[in-house]
């Protein structure tokens, strides 16, 4: 509900330890894994590069319903607010799922190519819209 207001700003959550996170998700897994990832921002950047937070796999690891879990992360994905292309910037996070594309579990292995699949889709219709808007606002009448 307000992991949004934090895209651009510090999330109290990364204040946290991973350890009391786990600790407090583990308290009630069906309800609480699905509402730490619908508030935590999943990825960080390192050296110029995205990568999943550590505490991402841990979350992999005990969460009862990856689906929901992969489908809290998918939110994350599109930027409520940027600077660029946003074609360009989901192009960069969907990255982060071909990381997972060698993962142990299986599960965490397919639904990691769904979401790619999922988010190449958006990319594809958000650079169709940036192309159109770009013809319009630099367009000439030549």
Known sequence: MFSADFENR????D?????????WCEKDPGSRYPL???????FMECDGRLKWK???????DRAPELKTIFDNIAYSMVPKSWKGSLADIMQNRSLLY?????HDNAEIR???KAKYLDLQKKIIAER??????N???YGSFE
């Open 135 to 137: 013809r319009r606002q």
């Open 98 to 102: 071909k990381k997972l594309y060698q």
């Open 36 to 42: 730490i990832t619908s508030a935590i921002q999943p």
């Open 110 to 112: 397919s639904l990691a």
């Open 10 to 13: 510090d999330n109290p959550l």
């Open 54 to 60: 550590p505490v991402i796999y841990r979350i992999f």
């Open 15 to 23: 204040k946290i330890s991973d350890d009391d996170l786990i600790s």
């Open 128 to 133: 169709k819209f940036e192309e159109s808007q």
